[in-house]
């Protein structure tokens, strides 16, 4: 099969890596409008055949159906190329988040039906991973009783994108570069998680708000006005029982950092770590009127790292096998979240997402 990579950076390269573990020889394209970019990615996969334009490569060959086009540009340069990929009739893994904001990721789905293709999002790098497996495995087995209230934060003193992480990546502070903050970055993966666990058929984002604290190393010198804290008060449904969610996550916070994932059921909790596998899970319980608790197994290490599972999971499904991957309307509607978030963080307004209908209201 043939990988067409557009974004000759480090996640680029990551991606270029993750092929050679796929089940098949992959035929490497990679298209990057920076000669140096170019050179270091061509240097270190040299079976590689560079471009310097999108749509010359693009153009290079007759698309065949299992043709696969990697967007591994910053979300300002999502939009263009996906469209442009899809309209030459190949399906298409984009970076996270998505889009800029909802008009894009919906245009872009659109094109992808019409085109007959598929389009995924990197947001599921955690999914399918064992520990991720286990916590499903216990929410669908009735251990928990009826869930009621989870708990999901993501707590980091100093760790924003563009300052800490990736300082030379000043765009993560642009919100006309990123789409916006700590949500943009990381809320892809957690809404990913969230949902993938809870299956929900509805969501309410009740309330949010978001913040950005200051620090005395914050740069003056270019645009920064993205947000490093966020959270939100929401309630899934699934049927029309209701799970109140909790949820928090921050890049800068001059309060305690944590991290907590926990589900609460009428018969017993679950805690886990989501994006650190090598933590264990465990099941809370009442008996004879002590609380137990005992560790899940959760299973051998899988094969695939999170910077694997994407194509992996969206290779897949491209295949007809069984995937993790989220496409089309899935991917839309995990990216509707974010947006929802920050809609109701402006407004005040509470917004539903009503997955069944595929559509958002106030």
């Known amino acids: 099969m043939r990988l067409y990579i557009i974004g000759a950076g480090v996640i680029g390269r990551t991606h270029a890596e993750a092929a050679y573990k796929l089940s098949e020889p992959v035929q490497l394209r990679v298209a990057d409008t920076n000669p140096?970019?170019?050179?270091?990615?061509?240097?270190?996969?040299?079976?590689?055949?560079?471009?310097?334009?999108?749509?010359?490569?693009?153009?290079?060959?007759?698309?065949?159906?299992?043709?696969?086009?990697?967007?591994?540009?910053?979300?300002?340069?999502?939009?263009?190329?996906?469209?442009?990929?899809?309209?030459?009739?190949?399906?298409?893994?984009?970076?996270?988040?998505?889009?800029?904001?909802?008009?894009?990721?919906?245009?872009?789905?659109?094109?992808?039906?019409?085109?007959?293709?598929?389009?995924?999002?990197?947001?599921?790098?955690?999914?399918?991973?064992?520990?991720?497996?286990?916590?499903?495995?216990?929410?669908?087995?009735?251990?928990?009783?009826?869930?009621?209230?989870?708990?999901?934060?993501?707590?980091?003193?100093?760790?924003?994108?563009?300052?800490?992480?990736?300082?030379?990546?000043?765009?993560?502070?642009?919100?006309?570069?990123?789409?916006?903050?700590?949500?943009?970055?990381?809320?892809?993966?957690?809404?990913?998680?969230?949902?993938?666990?809870?299956?929900?058929?509805?969501?309410?984002?009740?309330?949010?708000?978001?913040?950005?604290?200051?620090?005395?190393?914050?740069?003056?010198?270019?645009?920064?006005?993205?947000?490093?804290?966020?959270?939100?008060?929401?309630?899934?449904?699934r049927s029309n029982h209701p799970i109140h969610v909790h949820y928090e996550r921050a890049s800068c916070a001059h309060g305690e950092g944590y991290v907590k994932a926990e589900i609460e059921g009428t018969l017993g909790s679950l805690r886990w770590t989501p994006f650190d596998s090598k933590q264990p899970v465990f099941r809370r319980y009442d008996k004879q009127g002590q609380t137990i608790e005992e560790q899940i197994e959760t299973g051998p290490r899988s094969q695939y790292t999170i910077f694997d599972n994407p194509l992996h999971h969206f290779y897949r499904k491209v295949k007809g096998l069984e995937s993790h991957a989220n496409v089309n309307d899935y991917a839309l509607q995990n990216f509707q979240c974010l947006q929802s978030l920050y809609s109701v963080a402006e407004t005040g307004q509470k917004q539903t997402i009503d997955l069944s209908s595929k559509g958002v209201t106030i």
């Not at 060959?61 to 910053?74: G, L």
């Not at 309410?204 to 620090?215: C, E, H, Q, S």
């Open 36 to 237: 140096n970019t170019l050179t270091l990615f061509c240097e270190q996969f040299p079976e590689a055949v560079g471009f310097t334009n999108v749509q010359e490569m693009l153009n290079s060959e007759a698309a065949q159906k299992d043709d696969i086009v990697i967007i591994s540009t910053p979300p300002m340069a999502h939009f263009d190329p996906t469209k442009q990929a899809l309209e030459s009739g190949r399906h298409v893994l984009c970076e996270k988040p998505l889009a800029m904001n909802e008009s894009q990721a919906r245009e872009m789905i659109q094109i992808a039906d019409k085109h007959n293709r598929l389009i995924g999002c990197c947001s599921v790098r955690f999914k399918g991973m064992p520990h991720m497996e286990a916590v499903k495995k216990v929410v669908r087995s009735g251990w928990l009783g009826d869930i009621y209230h989870v708990t999901f934060v993501n707590k980091w003193e100093r760790s924003r994108s563009g300052i800490e992480y990736q300082p030379s990546s000043r765009w993560f502070l642009d919100s006309t570069k990123s789409g916006g903050g700590v949500l943009m970055d990381w809320g892809p993966y957690d809404f990913t998680t969230l949902n993938d666990i809870l299956n929900p058929n509805k969501i309410v984002f009740n309330t949010a708000w978001r913040a950005k604290p200051m620090t005395e190393i914050d740069p003056h010198d270019i645009p920064f006005d993205v947000e490093t804290h966020v959270g939100a008060s929401m309630t899934y449904f």
